[in-house]
């Protein structure tokens, strides 16, 4: 921000570089990625897709449902620790070469203004900058850009397929979906056309982790204070020597007071004060003042400085990438403490997020007791138990299943409704478990509801506890115990006889 409080807005000055250069690489195979990932498939799933409206979220061909609760933790937990990992050992390296905010605004959107309307300094312009045309065609290409970028995220979330029924139909033929692509392309648009580096500064947390991500041995975009400072600039040596320059004669006075004064030549460090590191900041910050919450380790001031360096004929490297401890003592420590802990961690999960993947089953059944009365008698004087069962199909075929009584002699199931599912979709059907009078002893009696698949790979096996006559006769108040599944979720608590059905 400027003294007066108003936002001072960056345009950096583009320093070419190795860096820069291999950037460029990464970031153009990383647009590529990011564009291409929705496309494609494993398994005859997509890649990655984000369902959020059905609560699917599908990773490399494999589908978790909300049951997989589990798994979703233990894959989000590993994905956390992986980035504590990373970040203790090379700093904020995501946020400077992999971040999509950092992608596209450093690689899409500053090219193109700079394209349209002049790079910042630049003597030479060309004929859209020097029309003024460009200025004009800037919010143009803006919005196109972001069209583009808001259709690529939304298809990470409703699959290439939907997308493209939305965008072939009408915007009147479906306004709901409409409004949310106007809604992501008008974020787009305002976050790279006009939030731009205070999403980093502003709005991202990962730069406020840094005090408890960072330690002395983590890798960042240093200066090197003791080579470069202090700062002045150097006049050239008269004679040629393995020292080229030489520290301009400055006044040095001696007895504050006394009117002594004497000409010295004090050492002056490499640093010439050009702030070619300021200008080419996109953050807008000065990398000499040590590390900052705002520095994204794009390595910018490293090109910029570099290039300067080897114009004065000194070493290069007076910004680089280096650690606290070896700026100080000269040496890096790559295994501690911190880095030990989270790469076991991560063993760890990934070995029980395999385990538990490898052993989860190809379906979750989930019986709950019925409302109302806990038991009718029919006029046989047959038993009835009203109930629902919940099954969540996980593969990816359409199966069926069917239900039989174990441990009670003469029940019977009757359902009206079909036990097929469809791939990795859930049926919830009511069902009615009779049984005969004399089957019943105190009330109630157990046994097991088993659930089978068509193809035999998959079997359950599900506690069952039928009510009767005499179940409350001792204690018309109690509670009915409900069913309980092993393994499974809790089910709701059945009402007692005396309730309304």
Known sequence: MTREGKRRWICPKVSEG????????????????????????????????????????????????????????????????????????????????ACPQTVYMEFVFRPIERLLTGKPGATKKN?????????????????????????????????????????????????????????????????????????CIVACPYGRFQSVLLDRDSVIVAYDSKRGEPRGKRRASPRKSATRDVALPVLAISGVGTGEQAASTPEVGDCVDCKLCVTTCPTGI??????????????????????????LDRPT???????????????????????????????????????????????TVIVVRGRGAPFSQMPDGEITNRMSIKITNRTAVTTNYALRIEGISGALIRHEESLEAGPESSINVPITIAAPFNA??????????????????????????LMGPGSLANNPTMS????????????????SQGEPR
Not at 142 to 169: D, I, K, P, S
Not at 483 to 489: I, K, M, N, Q, R
């Open 286 to 311: 000065d990398i000499r003042n040590g590390l900052q919450m705002e520095c994204i380790n794009c390595a910018q001031c490293i090109d910029a400085c570099d290039a300067v360096m080897t114009k």
């Open 127 to 199: 004929w859209l900058v020097s029309s003024g045309f460009g200025r004009l065609l800037k919010p143009v290409v803006f919005l196109l850009v972001a069209m583009y970028l808001a259709h690529t995220f939304l298809a990470y979330f409703v699959g290439v397929e939907q997308l493209a029924v939305w965008v072939r139909r009408s915007p009147f033929e479906h306004p709901g979906s409409f409004l949310v692509m106007l809604a992501v392309t008008g974020l787009m648009l305002f976050d790279f056309g006009y939030f731009r580096e205070q999403t």
């Open 18 to 97: 190795r860096l820069l250069n291999a950037r460029r690489i990464v970031a153009y195979i990383l647009l590529a990625i990011f564009t291409l990932v929705p496309y494609m498939k494993v398994g005859g799933k997509p890649m990655i897709l984000l369902d959020l409206a059905t609560r699917r979220f599908t990773f490399f061909g494999v589908t978790f449902l909300p049951t997989d609760t589990v798994l979703l933790a233990l894959l989000l937990v590993t994905v956390f620790v992986s980035i504590f990992l990373i970040t203790s050992l090379f700093g904020r390296v995501w946020c400077g070469w």
């Open 440 to 465: 019943f002893e105190r009330g109630r009696v157990e046994g097991a509801l088993i659930v089978e698949d068509d193809t035999g790979r998959y079997r359950r096996r599900v506690r069952l506890l």
């Open 317 to 363: 490297g007076l910004i680089r990438y280096s650690s606290q401890r070896a700026l100080e003592e000269g040496t890096r420590r790559v295994v501690r403490p911190r880095t030990l802990i989270y790469s076991l961690l991560i063993v760890l999960l990934i070995s029980l997020f395999g385990y538990a993947l490898s052993t989860r089953s190809t379906a």
């Open 480 to 495: 009915v115990p409900a069913l309980s599944p092993e393994g499974d979720a809790p089910d709701e608590p059945a009402q």
